[in-house]
């Protein structure tokens, strides 16, 4: 009797497990790419990004229990995305992340409120779109990692201030404060230096010379 009880709750158990990795692979694929994306970001290695993304998928497997139902799983999956990087990941950065214009770029643009979802264009990017991109990334790639990934989690993942917070492991006014400095960081990075007015003495002298220009071209048109 007690080895039958054993098997039927053996069998119970192997079928709950089941449908636990049913239940995870339905919400935790739906990320794949945006994780993906982010921890490209965090390694800056296609193939340390990859393994990245294994090791945070199989942790948040293994601790599939504790998830809350009803809180975010985005969030939730994130964050442990952000710790494994953490502590394991930090010291192998190489190159230089990818970062997406549009979104950064409506970052800058936008408000100092909270983020909206960000629009993204389908129009092929011009060469000057695409000269302004390197220089966006360059810029980006020189703020401290904190704020750079607080700067992709709001303009470009989509996650509100208080899930950052929750990611981040800050305060929800530290995110705030460093969205905002990072934000104008780039600003001072990106935007050109701003032409001085042209002095009151200067503007006679600058008229003369093309009214004097003007004048010969009627001279020597003139019958």
Known sequence: MEREEFEMSGEGSIEHAAAARDEFESLAFEHLDALYRTALRMTRNRDD???LVQDAYL????FYHQFRPGSS???WIFKILHNRFITQYRRKQRRPATVDFDAVAYALDGSEGEPVIAATSTVSRTRHE???SRKLEDALATLPEGPRMALVLAYVEDFRYHEIADIMGWPIGTVMSRISRARKKLRELLEPPAVPPASAASLPARKSVVLHAELAGCAETSP
């Open 49 to 51: 990004a990859e393994d």
């Open 130 to 132: 695409d000269s302004m």
């Open 73 to 75: 799983f985005r969030a």
């Open 59 to 62: 942790r948040a497997y293994r």
